[in-house]
């Protein structure tokens, strides 16, 4: 065998995993998990300091655990990234107060940062197929034309309205 033959199959498994990576938010569904994981962390902390009592830490488990599930639940639905994306950022501002001031800083701002990236990330958009002639290689196809979404609605260019003179613009007024 030759190494050829080895490393075609590794190319379509790397080819599969880029193209279902980008469909979705991964990178955020990452640092949200991530951010959710380091305050859980951080609560087990042998620190004599941090003191979880009564309905507070009930709270000091609860948000970094939905955290965890917001970020896994963002890479698996990416459907519902706003949602999401806006529970984490609120979880993520909870947690200074939860959960030892955000896991310690690091937690809060990975699930901010995530958080952010979410709601910024939106689906690449597949071209659809072009059934004319095929543009030659090296340009760019030539854009559809564009109508206007009223009929009512005025066809001249901006180009024509600012270099048409002033007295014609009482012309224009009594036409429309």
């Known amino acids: 065998m030759t190494a050829g033959q080895h ?5 379509g498994i790397r080819t599969r995993w880029r193209r279902w990576r980008r469909a ?4 955020a569904g990452l640092l949200i998990a991530l951010g959710g994981a380091e305050m859980l962390v951080t609560l087990r902390a042998p620190l004599g300091v941090l003191l979880h009592v009564g309905p507070q830490g009930l709270a000091a488990y609860l948000v970094p655990l939905v955290l965890v599930i917001c970020g896994v639940l963002l ?5 519902q990234r706003v949602f999401y994306a806006v529970l984490s950022l609120v979880l993520g501002l909870v947690s200074w107060l939860t959960s030892n001031l955000g896991g310690f800083l690091v937690g809060m701002l990975l699930a901010l940062v ?19 002639p095929a ?14 979404v009223d009929s009512s609605a005025p066809t001249e260019s901006l180009d024509a309205i600012l270099s048409a003179e002033p007295g014609s613009r009482d012309a224009r007024a009594d036409r429309g």
């Open 135 to 148: 543009a030659p290689a090296g340009t760019a196809p030539a854009p559809a034309p564009r109508e206007p």
């Open 75 to 79: 890479i698996t639905t990416p459907q």
């Open 114 to 132: 995530g958080g952010a990236l979410a709601f910024a990330w939106t689906p690449i958009k597949r071209r659809p197929a072009h059934g004319g």
């Open 24 to 27: 979705r938010p991964f990178t």
């Open 7 to 11: 490393s075609a199959p590794a190319a």
